[in-house]
C-alpha cells in the first residue's frame, strides 16, 4: 500500500500500530488526502483484522487539530457538505465496527475531527499535561461536530458534559476527560506504549456514562432539559446571529444521541449550516486569525525581561499578564504604594487562570515591584504606560534611555499621541514603537503595533513576537490619531450621544446596536471604557478630524459621572452591573442601526484609505478583535461587500442629507 500520510505495521504479537503524520505539515490535519489514505487501510484491517489497532501520532505536537480548514471554501453548496460530511461519518463508522480493539493515543492537541476519530475508538489513552488539548471547537465556525460527534460525545461522556463540550468550544484538560470519561487511562511519555497494549489485551468493557446522565437522554425528559439548555446559549448568542449552537440543541432534543437516526441528522444539520452566512464569515475569521498572527519575521533578540514603567490600570495589568504568559517583570512607579494595587489585581489574575500552586508561586515570581527602575538595565523591553501628557513622556525617555542596554527596545502604550512627536529627541528613534494595550488587558486580544513611516523592520519584529508571545494577536498601523480601533470606534460612540441628545432612550440604542452583533451597545461601552476616557478620545480625533464633541458627554465628566468605575455613567452601576431602564420602543429612530453602524464602516474605509492599515482584510481583523464588531459579519469591510458597496454608500449619502456631513461617505468608498 502506497501511504503518504499514514504508517502501518503489525509487531510480532499481531498488533496493528497506526501513525498519522500528515507529509509537509507541522500538524496532522484531516484532510481530504488523508482520510482517503486512511479509508483504504481500513479495508486492509477489515480484510484481515489484527489482534488489536493502536492509532497514534507522529508528531510531538499533537494528535490531530481536527478537519482542513482551508478545504472548506471549496464546499459550495448543502448537497455537497452533506456528500463529504456522510462520507467522513461512514469511515469512522467503519473504524468503530472493526472486529478488534482499538486504542487511539492522545499526545497532545486533539481538536474537532480528531476528537471525533478518537472517539470512535473503543479506548483513549492520553499523555500527561495540564494543558487543554482536549475539544469540539466547531461551534466557533458556526458549525457542530459533523462526523458523529453530535452522537458520540453524548454516548461516551453523558447529556451535560458533552454537550457542555459541543456548546461551549471550550477545550478541557487531560484531567477532565477522564473524569467524564473522554479519556481511558492517563500515561507518561515512556509508557504509553504498554498502556495502548494492556487495554487491548484485558478489553475492559467500555464505560458508560453516570446513571442520572443516561436518565437525562430518556425521550420524555429531553424535551424538560432542552429549554434549559436554550436560556443557556441565548445569554450568550442569539439564534439569527449564531444558528449551530441551537442545532445541535435540536439535534439532541430530536435523537437523543442515537446512532440509528443521529448520524444523518447531523449530517444534514451541519451542512445546511456550512453554507450559512454565518459560518463562511467565521471561518473567515480563522484566516484572519492566523493573518494577524503570521505578521513579523522571527528577530535576532529573544524578549524575556520586560520592564513596565506605570502601575495604573493599563500598566500594571499589561505587567500581570506578561507575567502570566512566562516573563520576567519589573513594575515601576513612583511610590510603592501606587503598585500595590496593581500586585493585588495581579494577584486575582493569577488566582483565576493558574490552577497549580506551584505555577501560581512561579508567575507571582517573575512580577516585582520596582520603584527605583533598577530592571531598566536588565530588561530587553521597555514599555511606557504613564498619563497620557507629552511633555512628561518624553522626559522620562531621556531617562530610561541614560539606562538602558544599547540592544533593549523602548515601546508606549500612548492611546492618544502620536509617535512622531514622543520620539523626537531619541538617540534612535526609528528603534521606538507603539505598543497600545486595551482595558481590560486579560479579556482584549489585540494589540496595535504602531509605527512611523521609518520605523526600523526590526522594531516592528520584536513588538510582532513579543505581542505573540504573550498570546495576543498584533495589528501593524501607521501612526495617526486614534491609530485604529480608537478611531473606528469613536464615530460609533458618538452617534450614540447624538441619539441619546435625541431623546432615544439608552436600552433602546445598545439593544439596536447588539441586535446587529456588537457584543455590548455604545452606551454601556461608554460607561465601561470610562466617559473621561471617551471625551479626551473624542477632543483629540475631534480636533484632528474636525468633529463634533457631544455636549452631554463633557457636562457628565464635569459632574463627576465616569461611568462603571465612579458607580454613575449614563447608567447607575451596582457590583458591576448596569441598571437599565426600561425601552420605550416609540422612541425608537427607523434608522437607528445604520446610523451606528455605518459610521463605523465609514470610518474604516477612511482607515483604510489614508494608509493606517493597508490590507483590507487586516483591518477587518483589527476591528474585530479590537472592537467586538459581530464576529458573523466578517468585518466592516466585508460587511460592505457583502451588502453591497454602492448601496451601503447611497445609503450613508441618505443619513448625510437627514442628520449631517458626518455620514458623508469618505472618497474611499470608490477604490473597494
Not at 313 to 329: F, N, Q, S, T, Y
Request: with cysteine; proline share 6%; charged share 25%.
Amino acid at each position: 500500500m502506497d501511504l503518504k500520510h499514514w504508517t502501518l505495521e503489525t509487531d510480532d504479537d499481531g498488533i496493528a500500530w497506526l501513525r498519522i503524520d500528515k507529509a509537509d505539515s507541522s500538524a496532522n490535519v484531516l484532510s481530504s488526502e488523508v482520510m482517503v489514505e486512511l479509508n483504504s487501510i481500513i479495508d486492509t484491517l477489515s480484510a484481515a483484522p489484527p489482534r488489536g489497532l493502536i492509532l497514534y501520532s507522529g508528531k510531538s505536537n499533537g494528535f490531530v487539530m481536527g478537519a482542513d480548514i482551508n478545504e472548506f471554501t471549496a464546499v459550495d453548496t448543502p448537497e455537497m457538505a452533506y456528500e463529504v460530511t456522510r462520507l467522513g461519518q461512514q469511515l469512522l463508522d467503519r473504524i468503530e465496527n472493526l472486529a478488534c480493539p482499538t486504542v487511539a493515543v492522545i499526545n497532545g492537541y486533539c481538536m474537532g475531527g480528531g476528537l471525533e476519530l478518537v472517539m470512535a475508538c473503543d479506548y483513549r489513552v492520553a499523555l500527561a499535561s495540564k494543558k487543554k488539548i482536549l475539544g469540539l471547537p466547531e461551534v466557533k465556525l458556526g458549525l457542530h461536530p459533523g462526523f458523529g460527534g453530535t452522537v458520540r460525545a453524548v454516548q461516551i461522556c453523558g447529556v451535560r458534559p458533552g454537550m457542555q463540550l459541543m456548546l461551549t468550544g471550550n477545550p478541557i484538560t487531560v484531567d477532565k476527560g477522564r473524569r467524564i470519561g473522554l479519556v481511558d487511562r492517563i500515561a507518561a511519555e515512556d509508557n504509553w506504549r504498554q498502556a495502548a497494549r494492556e487495554l487491548i489485551a484485558s478489553r475492559p468493557a467500555r464505560k458508560r456514562p453516570p446513571v442520572v446522565e443516561r436518565i437525562l437522554n430518556l425521550p420524555f425528559v429531553r424535551p424538560l432539559i432542552k429549554p434549559t439548555l436554550i436560556k443557556q446559549v441565548a445569554s450568550k448568542a442569539r439564534r439569527d446571529h449564531y444558528p449551530a449552537p441551537y442545532a445541535m440543541i435540536d439535534l439532541w432534543a430530536q435523537h437523543g444521541a442515537s446512532p440509528r437516526t443521529g448520524y444523518e441528522a447531523e449530517a444534514r444539520s451541519f451542512a445546511d449550516l456550512m453554507c450559512t452566512s454565518t459560518s463562511r464569515n467565521l471561518v473567515r475569521v480563522f484566516f484572519l486569525q492566523n493573518k494577524l498572527k503570521g505578521q513579523g519575521s522571527k528577530p535576532a533578540t529573544k524578549i524575556a525581561r520586560v520592564h513596565v514603567i506605570g502601575a495604573g490600570v493599563m500598566g500594571g495589568d499589561i505587567a500581570a499578564w506578561c507575567a502570566l504568559r512566562g516573563l520576567d517583570v519589573t513594575l515601576q512607579d513612583r511610590e510603592q504604594k501606587y503598585i500595590d494595587p496593581a500586585i493585588g489585581r495581579a494577584q486575582k489574575l493569577f488566582d483565576k487562570r493558574i490552577r497549580d500552586d506551584a505555577d501560581r508561586a512561579a508567575a507571582q515570581g517573575r512580577l516585582r515591584a520596582d520603584v527605583e527602575g533598577d530592571g531598566i538595565g536588565d530588561a530587553d523591553l521597555i514599555i511606557e504606560a504613564i498619563f497620557e501628557n507629552l511633555d512628561a513622556k518624553k522626559t522620562l525617555y531621556a531617562d530610561v534611555e541614560q539606562k538602558m542596554k544599547a540592544d533593549a527596545f523602548l515601546a508606549t502604550n500612548t492611546s492618544s499621541i502620536r509617535l512622531e512627536e514622543l520620539r523626537t529627541g531619541l538617540r534612535d528613534p526609528q528603534r521606538f514603537v507603539g505598543i497600545h494595550f486595551f482595558n481590560p488587558v486579560a479579556l482584549m486580544p489585540l494589540v496595535e503595533i504602531v509605527r512611523c513611516s521609518d520605523t526600523a523592520q526590526e522594531a516592528l519584529d520584536i513588538a510582532f513576537a513579543f505581542v505573540k508571545g504573550i498570546g495576543k494577536f498584533p495589528l501593524e498601523c501607521l501612526s495617526s490619531p486614534g491609530f485604529v480601533v480608537n478611531r473606528i470606534l469613536a464615530p460609533y460612540m458618538t452617534e450614540a450621544m447624538h441619539l441619546v441628545q435625541e431623546g432615544v432612550a439608552l436600552a433602546d440604542i445598545d439593544e439596536a446596536a447588539m441586535a446587529f452583533g456588537m457584543p455590548v451597545g455604545p452606551i454601556e461601552l461608554v460607561d465601561n471604557v470610562g466617559l473621561d476616557v471617551v471625551l479626551h478620545v473624542s477632543q483629540v480625533l475631534g480636533a484632528k478630524m474636525e468633529g463634533p464633541v457631544p455636549e452631554k458627554l463633557t457636562d457628565m465628566v464635569d459632574a463627576g459621572n465616569l461611568g462603571r468605575k465612579t458607580g454613575q455613567g449614563f447608567y447607575e452601576w451596582h457590583e458591576g452591573k448596569a441598571t437599565k431602564p426600561p425601552r420605550d420602543p416609540s422612541s425608537v429612530p427607523a434608522d437607528i442601526e445604520d446610523r451606528l453602524v455605518l459610521a463605523m464602516v465609514n470610518e474604516a474605509v477612511s482607515c483604510l484609505s489614508d494608509g493606517v492599515v493597508t490590507d483590507p482584510d487586516l483591518l477587518d481583523a483589527g476591528v474585530i478583535f479590537g472592537t467586538g464588531f459581530a464576529p458573523f459579519r466578517g468585518g466592516p469591510i466585508n460587511y460592505a461587500r457583502e451588502r453591497g458597496v454602492d448601496e451601503v454608500k447611497s445609503r450613508l449619502e441618505g443619513l448625510a442629507a437627514t442628520h449631517g456631513e458626518r455620514f458623508v461617505p469618505h472618497p474611499g468608498w470608490s477604490t473597494l
